[in-house]
């Protein structure tokens, strides 16, 4: 086994001890590495007014591979009032950091698979025949398009005069906008490219065909969003009739697929999706597999070899501050697991997939997740299992 370097960012509130606890498991299967400590997050936004700091960036660069724990965002007016007063003057707008990571580094293709463990008492179950209960199998993973769509960025609050006089350009925004003042008006767009759109389809078919998958499920909104929902779906259309035409290409809207979500979550294998409606349906099938704490997310460029691999949780600060932390390292560890095979250690991330699933369908130690209590601090008093036990049950399966 080749011994990697590793860019370790725990970035905000529990980020860095699930990302500890999770190395720690790395460890223990048989994983050589060495870790660096990539900084990213709130305080070097506070401190120096860049929430990813170059540094990070060249780190990146160099070693590849990145492990990344959790981030903290707030709204544009509340992180300018977190800077340090002898930074407020000097312009700084805050963007997060792992945005600008996808972006800086083209980390366009995001995969967030959503699988069920058996035994897992989060597990979404329905009524069935009768009285009797069902627990569909989840087994699904979305390709979400990273980069561009509603998350690109390119978003203003009274727009630039050539921006304002373009827009007017558009009969639509003349009638439904144009008597608005300019001042009162804020705008986020959409943007799609050819390029991008087609890498993350071909992702999606060439992932169903590795896995033996036997749909892909565009789920956008062309009806609506003709001109990006209606390319990305034109495309996905060529793209499985020229290469894919053993592999069913199914099309959902957004809205519709997340009330689908409770009737027939089996039914669906490969989903594909832009960048806001990729985070959302991911969301929702994390949603019947046990929630954050089990969603595991992976974003890379096969182009430059670079991935980074992160749980789907947010930062979580209030269970940060905990003198025993109770949050569920599951998801970071998951994550860890995807980034084994995208270095082709498979061997070894089937080993710790392996123990996982040994702990969950064993029941004996759960997380408060797991037990269905609220995230109190005196949980681990009342049966629920730390954050280092879990990463120790797990490492005993081992």
Not at 139 to 166: C, H, K, M
Not at 194 to 221: D, M, N, P, Q
Not at 328 to 342: G, H, K, W
């Amino acid at each position: 086994m080749e011994k990697r370097t590793i860019v370790a960012m725990p970035g905000d509130g529990i980020g860095k001890v699930v990302l500890d606890e999770t190395i720690r498991v790395l460890d223990a299967a048989g994983f050589k590495a060495d870790y660096v400590e990539g900084d990213i997050g709130w305080e070097f936004w506070c401190n120096e007014g860049n929430p990813l700091p170059e540094r990070t960036l060249k780190l990146i660069e160099k070693h590849k591979v990145g492990l990344f724990g959790a981030i903290t965002s707030k709204p544009k007016d509340a992180a300018f009032e977190e800077l340090k007063p002898e930074l407020q003057a000097k312009g700084l707008v805050y963007a997060s950091p792992i945005v600008g990571l996808r972006q800086h580094f083209g980390l366009d293709i995001c995969l967030r698979p959503c699988h069920t463990y058996k035994g897992n008492p989060l597990n979404f179950i329905r009524r069935g025949v009768g009285e009797t209960i069902d627990e569909p199998e989840v087994d699904v993973a979305i390709f979400r398009q990273n980069t561009e769509g509603l998350y690109g960025g390119v978003e203003w609050s009274d727009p630039p005069a050539d921006v304002y006089d373009a827009l007017m350009t558009h009969p639509k925004f003349e009638k439904n906008f144009g008597h608005h003042p300019k001042s009162e008006i804020s705008v986020s767009t959409r943007i799609f490219t050819k390029k991008h759109t087609e890498r993350i389809l071909r992702a999606a078919f060439e992932h169903a065909k590795k896995y033996g998958y036997k749909s892909v499920t565009l789920c956008e909104k062309p009806n609506v969003i003709r001109e990006t929902s209606g390319m990305m779906f034109k495309m996905a259309k060529e793209i499985q009739k020229a290469d894919y035409p053993n592999i069913e290409l199914w099309n959902t809207n957004i809205d519709a697929q997340m009330m689908w979500l409770t009737k027939n979550p089996e039914n669906y294998g490969v989903i594909v999706a832009g960048n806001m409606f990729g985070d959302i349906v991911s969301d929702g099938f994390a949603g019947l597999i046990g929630g954050l704490g089990f969603a595991c997310s992976a974003q890379f460029n096969p182009d430059l070899g670079i991935g980074v691999f992160e749980p789907t949780h947010g930062s979580a600060p209030k269970y940060a501050d905990y003198d025993v932390s109770i949050v569920n390292p599951i998801a970071m560890v998951e994550s860890a697991c995807m980034m084994l095979d995208f270095i082709e250690e498979n061997d070894l991330a089937v080993k710790i997939r392996k123990a996982v699933s040994d702990v969950v369908s064993e029941g004996k130690v759960r997380t408060y997740d797991m037990m269905k209590m609220s995230g109190r601090a005196d949980v681990v008093e009342r049966g629920a299992a730390s954050t280092k036990e879990m990463a120790d049950a797990i490492i005993a399966k081992f």
